[in-house]
C-alpha cells in the first residue's frame, strides 16, 4: 500500500539523509585469516545507517532491526572501506536504510561490493524516548524509487510475518 503525500507532513529525497564514511581495516578487526570480523562490519554499517536515520528525521533514533545482511566479499587487512548509507524507505515513525560497504584496495586500483545491508531504525522523543512521527521520502532519481519499491514490499512482509507471529503468540 502506497503512503499518500500530505500536505502537513515533511518529505525529503534520500540524498539529504545520504552519509558516506571510510576507515582502513586495521590488524584488529580482522581474524587469522587476514580478513574482517563480520562483527566488526556490523558495527560501522550500524553507525553509519543510524547517522543517516538521524539526519532524515533530525533527531535521536535506535535501531530497531538489521533486518538482512549479505557478505558478498572478504575485506582485507589493508584495505580501504567506504560505507554509503542512505533511507531507502520512511513509515510514520520508522525508516529502513540501506548500507553498501565497498572493499578498495588503491595498490591495485580495485573495488567491489563487499557487503549488503538493510537496517530498521525508529525515531525517539529526547526526553519520553517514545517513538515519534518521522518525516516522509520522496524518491527523486530510478535508482531511489527502485529502493523505495523493494523497501516497501520488505516492510509490508515484516508487518505480515509480524502479525502471524502475534497471532500464534
Known amino acids: 500500500m502506497e503512503k499518500q503525500e500530505t500536505p502537513d507532513r515533511v518529505y525529503k529525497s534520500p540524498r539529504q539523509s545520504a552519509v558516506e564514511t571510510r576507515f582502513l581495516l586495521m590488524p584488529s578487526q580482522a581474524n587469522p585469516y587476514g580478513t574482517a570480523f563480520g562483527g566488526a562490519i556490523v558495527a560501522e554499517i550500524d553507525m553509519v545507517a543510524s547517522m543517516a536515520a538521524q539526519r532524515h528525521c533530525e533527531g535521536l533514533v535506535v535501531t530497531a532491526g538489521i ?3 549479505q557478505f ?9 572501506v567506504a560505507l554509503r548509507a542512505c533511507v531507502n524507505y520512511a513509515g510514520n515513525t520508522s525508516m529502513e536504510v540501506g548500507v553498501q560497504v565497498v572493499r578498495e584496495n588503491p595498490l591495485r586500483s580495485e573495488s567491489c561490493v563487499a557487503t549488503t545491508a538493510h537496517l530498521t531504525f525508529v525515531a525517539i522523543d529526547e526526553t519520553t524516548r517514545k517513538p515519534i512521527a518521522v518525516p ?11 529502493r523505495y519499491d523493494n523497501a516497501r514490499r520488505r516492510v509490508q512482509r515484516r508487518k505480515e ?3 502471524k507471529k502475534d ?3
Open 67 to 69: 533486518d538482512s545482511i
Open 72 to 80: 558478498e566479499q572478504p575485506i582485507y587487512i589493508g584495505d580501504q
Open 136 to 146: 516522509g521520502l520522496r524518491p527523486e532519481t530510478e535508482e531511489e524509487k527502485r
Open 161 to 163: 510475518l509480524r502479525s
Open 167 to 169: 497471532k500464534r503468540a
